[in-house]
């Protein structure tokens, strides 16, 4: 194992009817003020606004609602929340949704005390040094961001889909209540087991330096979204599904599964945020177009952790036949493998590729993902 | 998954030559004095003592020395380091050695600032409500003390090895480096192998709820801690293989494999702990002895699971067979499973069982663990 400080100071307050205690850890933070970030209007229709609204005046909490973050969440929505933040003189960004909102409230948090332009932060140009306070609710288990210190937001002018990271964005509390998450659309919920799929198998594949023991762990994970997908596919009621699926989740992308490996790399994210970026596709459907292009690709790198990922997932035993039966997968979950099912095609793949191109360099993988490459990539995906 | 709430606020430095770093750390968490807690003057010999007491000069860090804690650490010497610890008014513990000087260390930071007998917060007669900061360098992996809130210690007058745990015993930072752990005997590292499969099959077997992806990560620190052992008994050197033992025994008792469990129970960890409150055995060597005897007599009440066991930690088809792999796995690396190994013979058992329900009921499982269950489960340890 390499070197490594792991540290996560998240609280996750977890299980049925957990939202209704957010007043409650925002008292206990000594919170008086929070910006409660949002996406669409459908949390009033469901009852969770009222549930949070409610805890939040039985504890004196005063909050400035700031609604319609979108997926894929956008920088000119983050720069007029800051300025919302800043008038009403919050103490603390409140999210109340899935990784959209909440990566929008950690680039609101850092964007607060930071005096220049928050994109500044995205691109390098200033560091993270304070950040209001993050809590949040969790409405779907995706992205993990409620249990890591990083956030991913678009610059539509520039269309780049950059992120951030600092100690200070670690959520103080996350409520993960997996019984929110029986609304979420058969869709979501495929884009999801694929959006955590991805966060395993990067490191999985890519590092240099990848114990055994974290790769017990990722197939862990992996199993059980396999398996609790195909269960929530059949019953989206079943709480004891949900709540796995939640929790394997948030452990994909907590800095568990990365502690002590090194030199990997995150080629996949690297190629869908070109797609997502241009063409607004749901980054969990764009990585499960990725995903098998990309593995048919770099299987030669790494032939025995693909013959292991064959083994130890599908009971296969080539790197070949694990790979088809995770495109299988996908096809079977209703998750798209084929960037034609994105609407993307032929024509577009030069967009695309600029667009990864700008990403490799930003990602520092650029000497390995050449446009060659990246055109083998994509257009094994068609 | 039941209700819970996950908090682990412990930064782990992990690797090598990160023993330099102590002074550091506590000079950035603005501690001025220490009471330097460790076990035998090995750490003078080996050059350890040396290094630490460089990084806390170079740190404007004091330190006051506390040596001589014994395995199976007693509450004695606890007392006596509370009132060292207050006359030389220090403001953090750093522990620098394995588990028995750590868990001294918790129940000292614990013991400064309360105003009764420190044991009283072990029997329950006080909360514990504030605690000194705690640091350490651990220099042996098995208890999983570095990145949990508990300490275990022995009471030698009443013969009762109870523990503490508050949030307030989260260690600060600890330091995790494999390469100190090079030197740990045979014998030591064996009962270490055998306290962290008990960490780990306690929930696993006991819990009333216990999710599949629990039993996942279960299997992968159990099959992880069998194949380091393995190889570290061919070679004490391999650091690839000391680091994931290390790490695989940190994230077995840190609360990950029991968040979201309810219903478990620690009946191995009860037995034993009356074999080295009376006998004074390494608590791994007791372990070894208790867990095959206890699976025999407990496999009825959760057959299914004992099966899981089996088969995916040796490949085996029947509960028995699964059992029988372990004793066997056991006896090859040379920990002990039988009573008469450790000298503990049938004309002792009255006083080991009288001893056993004594922590039943502190553990609150008098009403499963019958004076003729526990005498079952040792008259087959004989």
């Known amino acids: 194992m390499d070197n490594f400080l792991f540290y996560n100071p998240t609280k996750v307050d977890f299980g049925t009817n957990k939202e209704q205690l957010i007043g409650q850890h925002l008292a206990e933070a000594g919170i008086k003020k929070v910006l409660l970030c949002y996406g669409s209007e459908r949390i009033k229709h469901d009852g969770l606004f009222a549930v949070v609204v409610k805890s939040l005046d039985s504890h004196q909490v005063q909050f400035v609602e700031c609604g319609g973050i979108v997926s894929n969440p956008v920088i000119s929505k983050v720069r007029q929340a800051i300025a919302l933040a800043r008038a009403e003189n919050v103490d603390a960004i409140l999210s109340v949704g899935g990784g959209s909102v909440l990566d929008s409230a950690k680039a609101i948090a850092a964007g607060v005390p930071y005096q220049g332009d928050v994109w500044d932060l995205f691109i390098g140009k200033a560091q993270i040094d304070t950040a209001l306070p993050v809590f949040d609710i969790l409405t779907l288990a995706a992205t993990g961001s409620e249990m890591n ?138 990585l499960s177009v990725v995903m098998p292009a990309w593995m048919k690709w770099y299987q030669q790198h790494n032939a025995a952790q693909f013959e292991r990922f064959a083994k130890h997932i599908f009971g296969k035993s080539t790197a070949e036949e694990g790979i088809a039966a995770l495109e299988k997968w996908f096809d079977s979950i209703g998750t798209p493998t084929r960037l034609s099912q994105l609407g993307i095609h032929q024509s577009d793949l030069p967009a695309v590729i600029e667009n990864v191109l700008g990403n490799a360099r930003y990602f520092g993988i650029a000497e390995t993902y050449t446009p060659d490459v990246v055109q083998t990539i994509l257009q094994s995906a068609l």
């Open 149 to 286: 210190s990083g956030a991913v937001v678009t610059n539509e002018d520039t269309k780049e889909k950059f992120a951030i990271g600092s100690v200070q964005l670690f959520p103080r509390v996350s409520i993960v209540n997996p019984a929110l998450m029986q609304t979420v659309s058969r869709n979501y919920l495929v884009y999801s087991a694929a959006d955590i799929i991805a966060h395993c198998i990067e490191g999985y594949f890519t590092a240099s330096v990848q114990p055994r023991f974290h790769s017990r762990m990722v197939e862990a994970i992996i199993n059980t979204v396999m398996e609790t997908t195909e269960a929530l596919l059949k019953d989206p009621t079943d709480y004891h599904a949900r709540s796995e699926f939640a929790w394997a989740s948030t452990q994909a992308l907590n800095g568990l599964i990365y502690a002590g490996t090194s030199g990997f790399s995150y080629p996949n994210h690297m190629i869908e945020h070109a797609l997502s970026a241009l063409f607004n596709v749901p980054h969990g459907a764009g």
